[in-house]
């Protein structure tokens, strides 16, 4: 049975960035130049671009993190108004003279969220939200406030592990449900092979099933056009197939996902649901170009389920 929130509230605690993109024939070698088309500019950071997404899908986003104080900063915030995420989480924070490299800034400005802050803003927010998706760009000490605010909270945290970092492992006690790639859960089950000194699992849901067993909750693998997986602490899998899609672009498939996952869970969607409907999310999204601009609004992604359902049905 399935209960729906309308407008499901969730707190998105991570990195927002501004992306500068050169489109050239191929990469660059070491020491080598190449030309291209560009730059072109585009909002990135995958709290940002779940934020983006969330909010797309029907929900009340809040989002927690950090920028610059510089012309960035405005632009950044400026796409994040336009989709309809909150923002009163968000502080503008001075770097110091290493961030003049425009990359830097950016990475400056996320990594100095301060975690009494953060945990406050998100407390904050959980008491209209009922739900907390975190990335874990941002810092180690800011991602594990956030985690342990939801968790204490009383509350499900979708912890999203791109990149897989050791903090992850710290948080298994807190119970965040986990939303590895297969290649990030390889990455994780090797790092927690080496802290317990046994032997990793082998196989991508043995893998999946040894960290559920650690958190004691699901572990939901994305598998790019495979779909994704549910894996119980029990042992058993769960296949959630994606539909057949010309893929144009999978940058920002895996941040709509999340946000999409975290938005249905708010919603009232068991987690089966949850996942279903963003699998179809992350599928529309790479038959577009551009992270956002393929991120689909709830009535396409409605409309897209609902088609794959009857089609299934046949």
């Known amino acids: ?94 770097v110091d003279h290493a961030g003049e490299n425009q990359i830097a800034v950016g990475a400056g400005a996320n990594a100095a969220l301060e975690t009494g802050w953060v945990a406050d803003q998100v407390r904050a927010a959980l008491r209209q939200a009922r739900c907390a998706l975190v990335s874990t760009e941002v810092s180690d000490e800011a991602v594990a406030a956030a985690v342990r605010a939801a968790a204490d909270a009383g509350v499900c945290c979708v912890l999203n592990t791109a990149p897989p970092t050791p903090i992850a492992l710290e948080l298994l006690d807190a119970r965040p449900l986990l939303t590895p790639n297969a290649r990030e859960l390889a ?84 987690l089966a649901d949850a996942v279903g409907f963003a699998v179809v999310a992350g599928s529309i999204s790479v038959s577009r170009p551009g992270a956002r601009d393929g991120m689909p609004r709830l009535p396409e992604i409605e409309r897209a389920r609902g088609s794959r359902s009857e089609a299934m049905a046949r």
Do not use: W
Request: hydrophobic share 50%; net charge negative.
């Open 1 to 94: 049975m399935t209960t729906r929130n309308t407008h499901p509230g969730i707190v998105v605690v991570g990195a927002i960035n501004v992306d500068l993109v050169v489109i050239a024939e191929q990469l660059p070698g070491a020491g080598e130049t190449v030309v291209g088309m560009g730059p072109a500019r585009y909002g990135g950071g995958k709290g940002a671009n779940a934020a983006v997404a969330a909010a797309r899908a029907g929900a009340e986003v809040a989002l927690v993190g950090a920028v610059g104080c510089d012309a960035m900063a405005e632009v950044a915030l400026s796409d994040l108004r336009d989709a309809g995420v909150g923002l009163g989480g968000v502080a503008s924070i001075v």
């Open 187 to 270: 990455m994780l089950t090797r790092m927690l092979a080496a802290r317990d000194g046994a032997p990793p699992a082998a196989g991508t849901d043995e893998q999946a099933v040894a960290i559920a067993r650690k958190t004691r909750r699901p572990v939901i693998v994305t598998l790019g056009a495979g779909g994704a997986s549910i894996a119980t602490p029990d042992g058993a899998i769960e296949r959630v197939p994606a539909p057949a899609t010309d893929v144009v672009d999978t940058t920002g498939a895996g941040d709509t996902f999340s946000g999409v996952l975290a938005t249905r869970l708010a919603a009232g969607d068991d």
